[in-house]
């Protein structure tokens, strides 16, 4: 039973009379009129930053004046050596993910298996992951001196062939900085894997046990591939992470160097637009470095997709 | 009903125009000048970006101190003192100057540091904000010099002297009471020194300071006048020229000859320093300010200074390698410029330059410091030095984005032993090509400038 203005205003939107077409617009209207303040407030904080980047890349800027230089920054980007450098270096970075998944992965099986005490080893992994990177980056430029503390260990030992110049080795200075980047990783990933080990049924593990398969069968048949979403997801976090979020740590291990050995994309980004004062430059390498990223989240969703299918 | 709807509606509006308006008053820019811009230059509230305690250790709380001092004298008065570090002390400022927000007194090193802002209109010239008899007292204002003004305030000398520890010289059968003095002495007494179990030169690269160091203490010996640096900038000269690159060979000699600290890629200077006064190598090339702090460490009668040994015969050999090194200046958008430059101009009283030697034994940049007060041998030396009628600092004469990815990142790769000098040489050239080519502006200026 409705009441009488319910019944008029359902005939007059059966009957399509103009004054209901006026209200039914004003009443779709109005619910965006609310939702306006934080559109606008998304679009300063992600849509305002990402336009300014792409059209800064094809502006010069100079003496505080910009002029259009089309693709200009880019030609310049490719003949730079130190792009190309850096480019590679994030590139060869990209190493770390597999290994820190893989190490992450077999570390969590182990402590979901139930090893004695394992609620204390997962914090201890997981104590890098949430140490400030300047702490780390600074400690380690200590620990991987010509003369520090790992190099006076190795020595003590009687290892001194295995000691190196860490950091200041050209050709030792990327494995020391991806080193770095698996150490401090690998805590998220053991966080990450042991919580999705925790939530699968533990019926499907017995079932394979009772019938006979070892624990490694069982883990490689059965566990393993309930959680094939969540290592895709953190492969790719990871890989976003190598691409764009290794600055803290190359700047103060290593202030990119020897030379430019262990310059990395977002270290060049910044260089270009706060030391050398070249927005045009540091943003075309930005896009370059957002593309790469947008590659990334592009075959992390078709990954998603194909497991839906599935 | 309808009216639930129209305040609905009200409600929306008023939310989108309270975002459309908090937009644009974020979009239009600062607030307008102070009121006391042109005010009492005793009254307002100054940001100071303080650089200096890697020459002058000691610095940052002596000018803190006399900060604190100013307040007191005029209490209307506030100053913070924001530390600055070295590694992100161009790179603040410019994040600062596209901002145009942050301090009111910055510091950048002398020359081209503080012109490529001048050029930008990032700072105020300080002919006109502080009377022509007070700029006359600062030595070498001349580095800070463009367009007839001058620029910026040295506030402390900085010498860079050849050190040598003169028990580690005993020890390897050398004259103690002499350095080298040609590139020849100087590679013999290595040699010495390093058969004898001594690190010979004492040295730290990874802030990649050493490589353009070594070119302004050797590398332009080989060159007649300042005017022939800045051609190679300018694009009058090229850099592959041997007149121009040839120190980086000799920078090669010394690194395949095993003469540097084997730690040098993966230490900075000041940790070189550091085991330097540890007495863990026999030669060092470092600060006025540090040599200051050895010898108030009780380190002077083991520690011998002198010029770097003459490596070549240019009119600049002659030279002496002092600098204002750090100078002061007033921001473009600083609304306080009369208080900033009492500021400055107070600094420089007499009471503070010598309370600032007496407190960090480094030399103040004043004429009217009265060098009596210094009475250690080696700082009277140091003094003697800095005081001579010829100085240069080279590195203040490449434009910062080229001391940077060549002086510095090349020679450290160099000296890392990934590349070798000739590679060196045209990697730098290839450099000073791209700087001029991305910085067009910068380049026609500098160009200007160079030619005088």
């Known amino acids: 039973m409705g009441s009488p203005i319910h019944t008029t205003v359902d005939r007059r939107i059966a009957t399509g009379s103009p004054r209901v077409k006026v209200r039914r617009l004003r009443g779709g209207t109005w619910p965006y009129a609310f939702i306006f303040p934080m559109i606008v407030c998304l679009g300063l904080v992600f849509a305002y930053p990402l336009i300014t980047v792409v059209r800064n890349s094809v502006y010069t800027s100079s003496m505080g004046e910009t002029t259009f230089s089309g693709l200009e920054n880019y030609r310049s980007l490719l003949q730079d050596p130190v792009f190309m450098t850096s480019l590679f270096n994030s590139l060869k970075l990209l190493v770390v993910v597999p290994v820190v998944t893989v190490v992450a992965v077999l570390i969590a099986l182990m402590l979901y298996e139930g090893t004695k005490g394992w609620r204390a080893y997962r914090i201890t992994v997981f104590v890098p992951y949430i140490i400030p990177a300047t702490a780390i980056g600074i400690s380690f430029s200590y620990l991987l001196q010509e003369n520090g503390i790992v190099n006076i260990a190795l020595r003590r030992i009687s290892l001194g062939f295995l000691a190196q110049d860490w950091i200041g080795n050209s050709n030792i200075v990327l494995f020391s900085v991806g080193g770095l980047l698996v150490w401090t990783q690998l805590g998220f990933g053991v966080i990450v894997f042991t919580a999705s080990l925790l939530s699968l049924p533990k019926e499907l593990s017995e079932a394979a046990a009772i019938d006979g398969a070892t624990r490694w069968q069982t883990n490689r048949l059965v566990v393993l591939p309930q959680i094939r979403g969540t290592v895709e997801f953190f492969l790719v976090l990871q890989a976003i992470q190598v691409i764009a979020w290794t600055f803290p740590y190359v700047y103060i291990l290593t202030h990119g160097g020897p030379g430019n050995a262990s310059s990395v994309m977002d270290l060049y980004v910044w260089r270009y637009a706060f030391q050398y004062s070249s927005p045009g430059l540091s943003s075309a390498a930005a896009v370059v470095l957002l593309l790469l990223a947008g590659v990334l989240i592009a075959i992390y969703t078709r990954l998603r997709m194909k497991q839906g299918e599935r | ?452």
């Open chain 2, 1 to 452: 009903m309808h009216d639930v709807w129209r305040s609905k509606r009200r409600l929306a509006i008023a939310s989108a125009a309270a975002v459309l308006a908090l937009i644009l008053s974020a979009c239009s820019g600062p607030s307008g000048q102070n009121p006391q811009a042109s005010g009492d230059p005793y009254t307002g509230s100054l940001t100071y970006w303080f650089w200096g305690e890697s020459d002058v250790p000691g610095s940052t709380n002596w000018m803190q101190a006399a900060v604190s001092r100013y307040e007191a004298l005029h209490p209307g008065i506030h100053i913070q003192v924001v530390p600055q570090a070295t590694q992100t002390l161009q790179g603040a400022f410019q994040t600062a100057a596209q901002a145009k927000s942050g301090p009111d007194i910055a510091m950048q090193w002398a020359t081209l540091p503080v012109l490529t802002p001048a050029w930008r209109g990032q700072i105020t010239p300080l002919t006109g904000l502080i009377p022509e008899s007070e700029l006359s007292q600062w030595p070498n204002t001349q580095e800070n010099t463009y367009d007839g003004k001058v620029w910026a305030m040295p506030l402390y000398l900085l010498g860079v002297p050849f050190v040598w520890n003169k028990d580690l010289f005993a020890k390897a059968g050398l004259d103690s009471t002499h350095g080298p003095q040609t590139w020849d002495e100087l590679l013999a007494d290595c040699a010495k020194l390093k058969a004898a179990g001594i690190t010979p030169i004492m040295a730290g690269d990874k802030d990649g300071a050493f490589g353009s160091w070594f070119q302004s203490v050797v590398g332009t010996q080989t060159l007649d006048s300042v005017q022939e640096l800045q051609a190679v900038y300018a694009g009058k000269a090229d850099f592959s020229d041997p007149k121009y690159s040839g120190y980086l060979t000799r920078l090669a000699e010394l690194r395949d000859k095993g003469y540097l600290s084997s730690d040098i890629a993966s230490v900075e200077s000041t940790e070189a320093w550091q085991s330097f006064a540890q007495g863990k190598g026999a030669m060092t090339w470092a600060t006025d300010g540090n040599v200051a702090a050895w010898v108030k460490q009780g380190l002077g009668p083991k520690l011998g200074v002198q010029k770097t040994p003459q490596i070549a015969t240019g009119k600049l050999a002659q030279y002496y390698d002092a600098t204002q090194s750090i100078s002061a200046f007033i921001t473009s958008w600083s609304s306080q410029k009369a208080q900033a430059a009492a500021f400055l101009t107070w600094l420089h009283t007499s009471e503070n330059m010598t309370n600032w030697y007496t407190t960090t034994g480094a030399f103040p940049a004043d004429k009217r410091f009265d060098p009596s007060a210094i009475t250690d041998p080696v700082m009277t030396q140091l003094y003697k030095l800095d005081t001579l009628p010829n100085q240069l600092w080279a590195e203040n004469y490449a434009p910062p984005q080229v001391d940077d990815q060549g002086l510095r990142t090349v020679a450290q790769a160099l000296l890392a032993g990934s590349t070798s000098a000739s590679d060196a040489t045209s990697q730098i050239a290839g450099i000073i090509k791209a700087w001029q080519t991305q910085q067009p502006d910068d380049f026609k200026t500098y160009s200007k400038w160079a030619a005088g």
